[in-house]
């Protein structure tokens, strides 16, 4: 038989990130936080996050150009109230993160900011290129010093409860999880649930995201009930460094923001045919011109060529990408960098307001889980790291009050496993297959897309679906299945999204479909809850 306990708190947070640790504090000026995460607590995509934070700290700068560079990166899909309320409340959030502990590197008195592509001005906090650790590692020191938050790890979140309530309806009153070292299931009671576990790239075979990227934020929504939208707008970053590791290796985008310039192994450029602004065009532009180049020449990277910045700056400016490439025996002043583009970013998720709220009463989303309408069709560099100080700091002002530990009343949504294994088999050991699903997806629904290529998709994930859910109802809990589980989930939404939306636009290619359909598809994808 699996033991099991209870856990209480009048709120719960799922995941550790700059979302989830930013809301913590602030909720714990009232409340009770219990933060669980799946591995370590420095085990986030915050802490992998290497570019910085878009705010307008510059007198000369002015919100009105950051918002019209966010409307003109999303390709006409960012919800442009929502644009401007995280533009013009990133300041003070990205104050408080100083007030905190984030040491932003300055020059002099000033802060030190870098451009990056999208940009029309500088305006991107950082730690040179380690922003997200600096930032994972202040919080995680506040965090640990306050007296009304615990931070559990190696509690992994299998599913969100929602209990009916008679006349007053469904409320998510927290969640199942494994503490997978001892296999105890543990029910997580609270009045107000968080959900900040972001980061799907590992549905792709080729990503800069960590293995926990596994969409267990946006899978466990979605079963229990939310809304989801504009899941095919995948951002795939144009520079992590060839060969792929997993995950693979990024090389800042501020880095052409300093000069540095793509190139075709012969040394030739050619972002200029594409865009513009050449190297600092929109991401999806980049990868897409990249990923053209790659099948047109036959060659399997380009170079970032950074012989243009001056080594000093190099070196104190860039030291993740100068002691990553020396540790992998690249001469980088030399012969450049060799570079792929790599999934990185998921612009949708699941629904939710100004507040952070989704259609599911006593649920909250924020971080990359979180579909707010900031990002449209395309992430602006720097902007995620904002959007998720902001949408916290709504988040909690909109839980206050509403947070109390809720009562069971035997109609949870979410099912306890059974106590012995009577599973139907899989055909491959769940790594094969989470694998075989990887490769698809890269192949299939990856930078560009065909029509015959996504119905191919669906149809095998619908396959593997049926299967592991055969295979995950009759067997205890284990790490590797949740995961499995959720992949496919994620995997299953980016398919429905991307075949619903007959049109290319953003981060959505697809060859079938050329052209961008304004009249018919400038609106969200939206897959609606069923709770």
């Known amino acids: 038989m699996e033991s099991s306990i209870e856990r209480e708190a009048d709120v719960l947070i799922i995941g550790s990130g700059i979302a989830g640790l930013t809301f913590a504090l602030k909720a714990a000026e009232w409340a009770r936080v219990l933060v669980v995460t799946k591995k370590y607590r420095a085990d986030s995509a915050t802490n992998y996050a290497r570019g910085g934070l878009a705010a307008i700290m510059d007198p000369e700068d002015l919100p009105e150009l950051h918002v019209r560079d966010t409307l003109v990166a999303g390709a006409g899909l960012c919800h442009e109230e929502v644009v401007e309320v995280v533009v013009r409340e990133g300041p003070a959030r990205a104050r408080e993160l100083m007030e905190w502990g984030v040491r932003f590197h300055r020059e002099g008195g000033d802060f030190s900011l870098a451009r990056e592509g999208g940009h029309s001005r500088r305006r991107i906090l950082h730690v040179g290129d380690r922003t997200g650790r600096e930032i994972e590692r202040a919080l995680l020191e506040a965090v640990a010093q306050h007296p009304r938050i615990d931070l559990v790890e190696n509690l992994l979140a299998v599913d969100l409860v929602v209990e009916r309530r008679g006349p007053a309806g469904p409320i998510c009153s927290g969640a199942w999880a494994l503490e997978h070292r001892s296999g105890t299931r543990v029910r997580l009671r609270t009045g107000a649930t968080l959900l900040a576990a972001g980061g799907a790239g590992q549905v792709f075979q080729h990503t800069t995201n960590p293995p926990i990227a596994t969409g267990d934020g946006v899978a466990m929504a979605h079963r229990a009930g939310a809304t989801v939208a504009n899941m095919e707008f995948i951002q795939f970053h144009p520079t992590a460094l060839h060969p792929t590791e997993d995950p693979a290796f990024l090389l800042s985008e501020a880095l052409r923001g300093e000069g540095a310039v793509l190139r ?23 990868a897409r011109a990249i990923q053209s180049e790659l099948r047109k020449h036959g060659v399997d990277h380009v170079i970032l060529d950074v012989s243009s910045i001056p080594r000093k700056l190099l070196e104190e400016r860039f030291p993740g990408a100068v002691h990553g490439c020396r540790a992998r025996g690249i001469d980088l002043y030399g012969d450049g960098i060799p570079v792929v583009p790599a999934a990185h970013y998921l612009c949708g998720g699941v629904r939710s307001d100004l507040e952070g709220r989704t259609d599911i009463p006593g649920l909250w989303v924020a971080g990359e889980v979180a579909c707010t309408g900031t990002h449209g069709a395309n992430r602006l560099a720097s902007n995620s790291l904002l959007e998720a100080v902001v949408f916290s700091h709504r988040a909690a002002g909109s839980v206050k009050g509403a947070a109390e530990v809720a009562t069971h009343d035997g109609s949870d949504k979410a099912p306890v496993p059974p106590s012995r294994d009577v599973s139907a088999p899989l055909s491959l050991p769940p790594d094969q297959l989470r694998a075989h699903l990887r490769k698809l997806m890269w192949e299939e629904v990856g930078i560009v897309r065909t029509d015959a290529g996504l119905e191919r998709a669906a149809a095998e994930v619908d396959r593997l679906q049926a299967e592991v859910e055969a295979w995950w109802r009759g067997r205890p809990w284990t790490v590797e299945g949740v995961e499995l589980r959720n992949l496919l989930a994620t995997a299953s939404l980016i398919i429905t999204c991307a075949l619903s939306r007959k049109e290319s636009r953003g981060l959505h290619h697809n060859l079938d479909h050329p052209a961008t359909d304004d009249a018919t598809f400038r609106r969200d994808s939206v897959i609606p809850g069923s709770f």
């Open 264 to 286: 075709l192994p012969d040394g030739r450029t050619f972002m200029e045919a594409y865009h513009p602004d050449g190297p600092l065009a929109p991401r999806d532009v980049v």
